[in-house]
Protein backbone atom coordinates (compact mmCIF):
# COMPACT_ATOMS: atom_id res chain seq x y z
CA UNK A 1 0.00 0.00 0.00
CA UNK A 2 0.99 3.57 -0.82
CA UNK A 3 0.02 6.56 0.19
CA UNK A 4 0.56 10.12 -1.53
CA UNK A 5 0.35 13.43 -0.72
CA UNK A 6 0.59 16.32 -3.22
CA UNK A 7 1.60 19.42 -2.08
CA UNK A 8 2.94 23.35 -3.25
CA UNK A 9 -0.45 24.45 -5.75
CA UNK A 10 -1.82 27.94 -5.02
CA UNK A 11 -2.39 30.57 -6.71
CA UNK A 12 -0.23 32.36 -9.92
CA UNK A 13 0.54 34.91 -12.38
CA UNK A 14 0.75 33.41 -15.91
CA UNK A 15 4.45 33.24 -16.60
CA UNK A 16 5.04 32.47 -12.85
CA UNK A 17 6.10 29.32 -11.72
CA UNK A 18 5.22 26.57 -9.17
CA UNK A 19 6.75 23.42 -7.81
CA UNK A 20 4.26 20.62 -6.45
CA UNK A 21 5.72 18.11 -4.38
CA UNK A 22 4.16 14.06 -3.93
CA UNK A 23 5.36 12.55 -0.47
CA UNK A 24 4.78 9.00 -0.35
CA UNK A 25 4.30 6.70 2.74
CA UNK A 26 5.61 3.09 2.43
CA UNK A 27 9.63 1.59 1.75
CA UNK A 28 8.87 0.84 -1.43
CA UNK A 29 8.65 4.09 -3.23
CA UNK A 30 11.81 3.97 -5.24
CA UNK A 31 10.12 0.96 -7.08
CA UNK A 32 7.23 2.48 -8.55
CA UNK A 33 7.46 4.65 -11.62
CA UNK A 34 5.70 7.74 -10.78
CA UNK A 35 3.40 10.27 -12.75
CA UNK A 36 1.22 13.76 -12.67
CA UNK A 37 -1.94 13.90 -14.15
CA UNK A 38 -4.59 16.47 -13.93
CA UNK A 39 -7.75 17.48 -14.29
CA UNK A 40 -9.56 20.79 -15.42
CA UNK A 41 -13.38 21.79 -14.69
CA UNK A 42 -15.71 19.70 -16.96
CA UNK A 43 -12.96 18.02 -18.77
CA UNK A 44 -11.09 14.97 -18.43
CA UNK A 45 -8.32 13.78 -16.38
CA UNK A 46 -5.00 13.98 -18.88
CA UNK A 47 -1.63 12.88 -18.44
CA UNK A 48 1.19 15.37 -17.91
CA UNK A 49 4.84 13.96 -17.06
CA UNK A 50 6.14 10.57 -15.28
CA UNK A 51 9.07 9.02 -14.06
CA UNK A 52 10.56 5.86 -14.50
CA UNK A 53 11.38 4.56 -10.54
CA UNK A 54 15.08 5.25 -10.80
CA UNK A 55 14.42 8.53 -12.66
CA UNK A 56 16.34 8.23 -15.70
CA UNK A 57 13.45 7.91 -17.85
CA UNK A 58 10.93 10.43 -18.18
CA UNK A 59 7.92 12.10 -20.71
CA UNK A 60 5.97 14.75 -20.78
CA UNK A 61 2.67 15.37 -22.24
CA UNK A 62 3.18 17.90 -25.66
CA UNK A 63 1.42 20.60 -23.83
CA UNK A 64 3.70 21.12 -20.76
CA UNK A 65 7.21 19.91 -22.75
CA UNK A 66 10.32 22.55 -22.17
CA UNK A 67 8.22 23.84 -19.65
CA UNK A 68 7.48 21.01 -16.94
CA UNK A 69 10.04 19.28 -15.53
CA UNK A 70 9.37 16.10 -13.17
CA UNK A 71 12.14 14.97 -10.93
CA UNK A 72 12.08 12.52 -7.93
CA UNK A 73 14.24 12.02 -4.18
CA UNK A 74 13.88 8.46 -3.66
CA UNK A 75 15.86 9.04 -0.21
CA UNK A 76 13.08 11.35 0.61
CA UNK A 77 10.62 9.50 -1.28
CA UNK A 78 9.02 12.34 -2.99
CA UNK A 79 8.37 13.48 -6.17
CA UNK A 80 8.33 16.98 -7.93
CA UNK A 81 6.77 18.86 -10.61
CA UNK A 82 8.59 22.23 -11.42
CA UNK A 83 6.29 24.39 -13.63
CA UNK A 84 7.58 26.99 -15.10
CA UNK A 85 6.14 29.81 -17.63
CA UNK A 86 2.08 29.10 -16.60
CA UNK A 87 -0.52 29.31 -18.26
CA UNK A 88 -4.23 29.92 -17.71
CA UNK A 89 -4.97 26.68 -19.60
CA UNK A 90 -2.66 24.55 -16.70
CA UNK A 91 -5.37 25.72 -14.58
CA UNK A 92 -6.16 22.44 -12.91
CA UNK A 93 -6.15 19.96 -10.20
CA UNK A 94 -3.06 18.04 -9.86
CA UNK A 95 -2.45 14.29 -9.31
CA UNK A 96 0.30 12.41 -8.37
CA UNK A 97 0.21 8.62 -9.20
CA UNK A 98 2.37 5.55 -8.55
CA UNK A 99 2.54 2.69 -10.69
CA UNK A 100 3.92 -0.97 -9.60
CA UNK A 101 5.62 -1.12 -13.18
CA UNK A 102 8.54 0.79 -12.00
CA UNK A 103 10.39 0.93 -15.48
CA UNK A 104 7.59 1.21 -17.89
CA UNK A 105 6.28 4.70 -18.21
CA UNK A 106 2.48 4.68 -18.67
CA UNK A 107 0.56 7.88 -20.27
CA UNK A 108 -2.88 6.39 -19.33
CA UNK A 109 -4.41 6.21 -16.14
CA UNK A 110 -3.69 2.68 -15.35
CA UNK A 111 -1.92 3.48 -11.56
CA UNK A 112 -2.19 1.94 -8.77
CA UNK A 113 -2.19 4.33 -5.98
CA UNK A 114 -3.48 8.09 -6.57
CA UNK A 115 -2.97 11.01 -4.33
CA UNK A 116 -5.84 13.50 -3.22
CA UNK A 117 -4.56 16.02 -6.12
CA UNK A 118 -3.42 19.42 -4.75
CA UNK A 119 -5.00 23.05 -6.94
CA UNK A 120 -3.05 25.32 -9.50
CA UNK A 121 -4.53 28.32 -10.65
CA UNK A 122 -3.05 30.35 -13.09
CA UNK A 123 -4.36 34.26 -13.70
CA UNK A 124 -4.29 35.58 -16.79
Known amino acids: QVQLVESGGGLVQAGGSLRLSCGAS????????MGWFRQAPGKEREFVAA????????YYADSVKGRFTISRDNAENTVYLQMNSLRPEDTAIYYC?????????????????WGQGTQVTVSS
Open 26 to 33: GRTFSSYA
Open 51 to 58: ITRSGSGS
Open 97 to 113: AADHRGSVITTTAKYDY
